[in-house]
């Protein structure tokens, strides 16, 4: 399909990891990306990965890309109540008008006490 | 704080009229990207300007239009308000034309039309 897919709901007990998926569709994007965004705010930045890479690392955020399966996913470990907010992946994607990023409908990611 | 700043906050206003929404850019940053939020469209781009110019056009209606200052602040008009444009508009900002190291987004502009 044309869109960035992604799971619209997840709910997890505060300390589980929690894994948020997403499909791409642009094979020869550079970059993926994974914004997080909380109430009332605008999308923060939370990680990239280049598209050669498999998997990156950011303390309790491991990001890993399928390329053959156009499949990105963001694994947050011990998640915490202050990381429920929506998040979404990015791809950068080429059309008439030059390079775009095109975003992903978002996961809500709700945490449980 | 993110470094770009919309204002205003929150907008509530009438179908048919005309407003303005301002975003000042994070500093040293020459590119603007306007956006908007919805809860049946997603995240959507509308437009890109790069040093003052027109540089990306996304799914922007004729109804709305955008510049970039000298001083790289930006304006986005939107005109003939709808009652379904009322939305966050969210603006973004990056170093340079591209953005392989991510755009940083301001905290929106939420536009009511009643």
């Known amino acids: 399909g044309e869109d960035v897919e992604q799971s619209l709901f997840l709910s997890v007990r505060e300390g589980d990891s929690s894994v948020i998926n997403c499909t791409y569709t642009d094979s020869s994007s550079t970059y993926l990306y994974w914004y997080k965004q909380e109430p009332g705010a605008g999308l923060q930045l939370l990680t990239y990965?280049?598209?050669?890479?498999d998997m990156k690392q950011d303390q309790r955020l491991t990001v890993l890309l399928n390329k053959k399966d156009k499949h990105l996913s963001l694994r947050i470990a011990d998640t915490q109540t202050g990381d429920s907010a929506i998040y979404f992946c990015a791809e950068t994607r080429e059309d008439n008008y030059g390079q775009n990023f095109v975003f992903g409908p978002g996961t809500r990611l709700s945490v449980l006490p | 704080d993110s470094g770009v700043t919309q204002t205003p906050k929150h907008l509530i206003t009438a179908t048919g009229q005309r407003v303005t929404l301002r975003c000042s850019p994070r500093s040293g940053d020459l590119s603007v990207y306007w956006y908007q939020q919805s809860l049946d469209q997603g995240l959507q781009f509308l437009i890109q300007?790069?040093?003052?110019?027109?540089?990306a056009k996304g799914n922007i209606l004729e109804r709305f239009s955008a510049q970039q200052f000298p001083d790289l602040h930006s304006e986005l008009n939107l005109s003939s308000l709808e009652l379904g444009d009322s939305a966050l508009y969210f603006c973004?900002?990056?170093?340079?034309?591209?953005?392989?190291?991510?755009?940083?987004f301001g905290s929106g502009t939420r536009l009511t039309v009643v």
């Open positions: 300007y790069y040093n003052g110019e027109e540089r």
């Open positions: 973004a900002s990056s170093v340079m034309g591209d953005f392989n190291y991510g755009y940083t």
């Open positions: 990965i280049f598209s050669n890479m």
